[in-house]
């Protein structure tokens, strides 16, 4: 991977290397932290955060789900965000925050444990590449919400992302689909998911799913340009009837998909509404149009 100069961490910028923990952080052995995805981007005003009121919104919603008290505020993460961008002198990239449950007190129950919190960002290209992706739906169901609070973003959610990736890219497919306990389509292991019926945007409806920041902003945008847009159940048959489909994420961003479970999506690999709608999103984050400056935080 690439790496930066600084990680922020409980309040200081340290060296990259030097941003280690104890083999006894309780989150290492149990999963109970939680984490965000924010891209930078660079804009004709120098870089710019993707939507960071959102994420850090999102963060601090995860927290609450494991009573995690959080010792800053989200103004000083986004402070400390901003400043960690400045401080490695990076025009783009991935940013990482993680807050977890600390050193100091093993068991379940999380309540007395320290809770720290990390900052890390790098460059990072796109997540699945620039071609449009090869899928595969999963014989492992997306998390169950009765089982866990399935919108939040914790670290041990993604055991159940790491079991579909391993299953698909062995057999030689670039990403996962998961269907939900009722048989639905929820979303990718990273990633939120689209199709194109008849020219109806349909995604699945909040639920079983990551509420995704790239979902709500590509909902806005083709609400904007008079796309219709259903946040619906859909069935597999559904899926693979698609005219087209493509990933959302802050990782993927627009991730155009070409086959799934080798059924060729659509007539060509990227069709036109996935086209418009990547590249209004790519103008977008690159603070080329005015009328979604606001989902950017400039750094200088
Ligand atoms: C499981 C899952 N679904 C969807 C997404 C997409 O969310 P966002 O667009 O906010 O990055 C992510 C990434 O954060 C994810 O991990």
């Known amino acids: ?100 449950f600390g050193y100091g007190k093993m068991g379940l129950d999380p309540r007395g444990c320290k809770v720290n919190v990390a900052i890390a960002l790098w460059p990072w290209g796109a997540y699945l590449g620039d071609k449009p992706v090869k899928v595969k739906i999963s014989r492992f169901m997306r998390i169950h919400p009765a089982t866990t609070y399935a919108d939040a973003k914790i670290c041990g959610h993604y055991v159940n992302s790491i079991l579909a990736s391993l299953e698909i890219h062995e057999k030689g497919y670039d990403e996962a689909l998961l269907m939900d306990y009722k048989g639905f389509l929820a979303e990718g292991p990273g990633e939120n998911v689209f199709i194109v019926r008849k020219g109806t945007l349909l995604t699945p409806k909040l639920g079983t799913i990551l509420a995704g920041i790239t979902r709500l902003s590509i909902i806005e945008i083709a609400k904007d340009n008079k796309i219709p847009v259903e946040e619906k159940n859909i069935r597999e048959k559904e899926l693979l009837q698609a005219d087209e489909a493509f990933y959302t994420g802050t990782a993927a961003e627009i991730s155009p998909i070409s086959k799934i479970n080798n059924k060729k999506i659509g007539k060509k690999p990227v069709g036109p509404i996935t086209f418009q709608l990547k590249e209004i999103f790519t103008k977008a984050i690159h603070g080329q149009l005015p009328k979604y400056k606001k989902w950017l935080t400039f750094v200088d």
């Open 1 to 100: 991977m690439e790496t930066a100069s600084k990680i922020w961490m409980d309040g200081k910028f340290v060296a990259w290397e030097k941003a280690q923990i104890h083999i006894l952080t309780h989150t290492l052995h149990y999963g109970g932290g939680v984490f965000e995805g924010i891209r930078f981007y660079e804009t004709p005003n120098g870089p710019a955060i993707f939507r960071l009121k959102e994420h850090l919104e999102r963060l601090f919603y995860s927290a609450s789900k494991l009573d995690m008290k959080v010792p800053y505020t989200k103004k000083e993460l986004a402070d400390a965000i901003i400043g960690l961008i400045k401080i490695n002198n990076l025009r783009d990239g991935y940013i990482r925050p993680l807050i977890y």
